[in-house]
């Protein structure tokens, strides 16, 4: 599976941004997608996650209530809808995708997009 996120920029604070995440090569239908992001030297984080069927999503405490993931089988494609967004929102996102079942942890995702820079000014 290859995955290639965009829709990052530049925005200030209290705006808002989606990514997406295209695929290639194969339907999303039976995947579990997920965004990351990290920030120079530091570990990179989950934020949003969401089962192959679209029934379960999972939210960093962090973003709870601002962004909202999803997923379009049909167009092979995963959504961060990114609300009220804040400075500490800055860093690269990044999307993954595994069989079926979400998760927190970026090493149970077997395929991830090159990332897509987000940037937040106060």
């Known amino acids: 599976v290859q995955l290639q996120a965009s829709g990052g920029g530049l925005v200030q604070a209290g705006g808002s941004l989606r990514l997406s995440c295209a695929t290639s090569?194969?339907?999303?239908?039976?995947?579990?997608m997920g965004w990351f992001r990290q920030t120079p030297g530091k570990d990179r984080e989950f934020v949003a996650a969401?089962?192959?069927?679209?029934?379960?999503?999972y939210y960093a405490d962090s973003v709870k209530g601002r962004f909202t993931i999803s997923k379009d089988s049909a167009k092979n494609t995963a959504y961060l809808q990114m609300n009220s967004l804040k400075p500490e929102d800055t860093a690269v996102y990044y999307c993954?995708?595994?069989?079926?079942?979400?998760?927190?942890?970026?090493?149970?995702?077997?395929?991830w997009g090159q990332g897509t820079q987000v940037t937040v000014s106060s």
């Open positions: 090569g194969r339907t999303l239908s039976t995947y579990a």
């Open positions: 993954a995708a595994r069989w079926m079942t979400a998760t927190r942890n970026n090493y149970e995702y077997n395929y």
């Open positions: 969401i089962n192959w069927n679209g029934g379960n999503t």
